[in-house]
């Protein structure tokens, strides 16, 4: 009892219900928006919790993948709902936007909590310089509709060529995650060996069965939160005065990276080499899975089909983010400075995304 009566970041699931009856009785959209916001965000923890205590029954490797995926499980909801409404453009600023979060802020609060508690912590660089091919090769595969699109002068007609070549980028994209988790988890597996493997394995708290069901739940409530967050978005954005962009790039994003606190937790234990396979395998999965599987969703789901078109702006801040994460992740050792660093750039760039147009 006093565990649930001590202050903590689980006192907003009371914002489900709040969520729930400001959506059905209709009240202003800003209202709507942000407690349905505050509510995803303990569900998402929830999630990652239950995911974490499942990965428990694996290995490390297995452990991180199942992290990041179900860590972007909201992210992946978020998406198909949006589809459904036909709000492309703020999708795509959301899957930007949550890339940007995991490498710069996700990752760097976990270096600033591992710092704190520990001078300086290493691991295994070689794994980050995995990581950090896969998501240059993603980000660049992700600039070829963008820049076809810019090649043949059609920025308000979706051709025939165009969506062929989405199709086409999305089935590589796929291609490429598939072969990256054969890499990863059967024939280069020691490769993602951790500086930790030495020590006594952390047992799990819950069974496997309490953990399941915990994650269905989560899953379920969060299906339910993104239909009214997406649909409160919009008139959000148009109220306070900000660009759908914005929104889907600072607000969206932050809500679907929340999934991802526990590679913050796992940094705060100094187990590094987990916490970056959780944040950098999750944007790696953004960019090589969820992008292009809403892409190719969106031909039968919604309006019309989704063109994988970032904007130059978010392509020029993704790819910045990567090279400034692969640079400071790439030498093995963690300290809380690296920390400030990515934390102050994602600051910067949130503001920059708060003036900019539309």
């Not at 899953?219 to 009214?228: G, I, P």
């Not at 929340?258 to 916490?275: E, F, H, V, Y």
């Not at 970032?310 to 400075?337: E, H, T």
């Amino acid at each position: 009892m006093k565990t649930i009566l001590k202050p903590g970041i689980h006192w907003l699931f009371l914002f489900i219900p709040v969520a729930f009856l400001l959506n059905v009785y209709e009240f202003e959209a800003p209202l709507v928006f942000f407690a349905a916001a505050l509510a995803i965000i303990p569900v998402s923890i929830l999630i990652g919790d239950s995911t974490e205590q499942v990965a428990k029954y694996t290995s490390d490797a297995v452990g991180g993948l199942l992290t990041a995926t179900f860590g972007n499980l909201p992210e992946l909801i978020i998406g198909v709902v949006a589809l459904n409404a036909g709000l492309h453009q703020m999708l795509l600023a959301s899957i930007a936007g949550a890339i940007i979060a995991n490498i710069l802020l996700v990752m760097g609060v976990s270096f600033f909590v591992c710092g704190l508690k520990n001078h300086t912590v290493e691991y295994n660089s070689g794994s980050v310089r995995v990581y950090s091919s896969m998501m240059l090769v993603a980000i660049i595969s992700l600039m070829v509709p963008s820049a076809f699109n810019r090649l043949t002068n059609t920025e308000e007609i979706f051709t025939q060529s165009e969506s062929f070549l989405n199709i086409g980028i999305s089935i590589a994209l796929l291609s490429a995650y598939l072969l990256y988790l054969i890499f990863m988890l059967v024939t280069h597996a020691n490769f993602f060996k951790n500086k930790e493997d030495g020590k006594e394995a952390e047992k799990p708290h819950w069974s496997l069965k309490k953990s399941i069901t915990f994650l269905l739940i989560a899953s379920t409530l969060v299906a339910f939160l993104s239909e009214v967050l997406v649909g409160a978005a919009e008139e959000t954005g148009k109220s306070l005065g900000m660009s759908t962009v914005f929104v889907g790039v600072i607000f969206v994003a932050i809500v679907g990276a929340a999934g991802n606190i526990p590679a913050i937790t796992m940094a705060s234990k100094g187990k590094m080499d987990l916490s970056i396979s959780i944040v950098m395998g999750s944007a790696i999965q953004l960019s090589l899975f969820v992008a292009p599987l809403l892409a190719l969703i969106s031909m039968v789901l919604g309006p019309g089909q989704m063109a994988l078109e970032f904007s130059r702006l978010l392509l020029m801040i993704i790819f910045l983010s990567v090279i400034l994460g692969v640079v400071i992740a790439g030498d093995g050792i963690a300290n809380w400075y690296k920390g400030v660093q990515l934390i102050i750039m994602y600051l910067m760039i949130a503001l920059m995304f708060y003036f900019a147009p539309n």
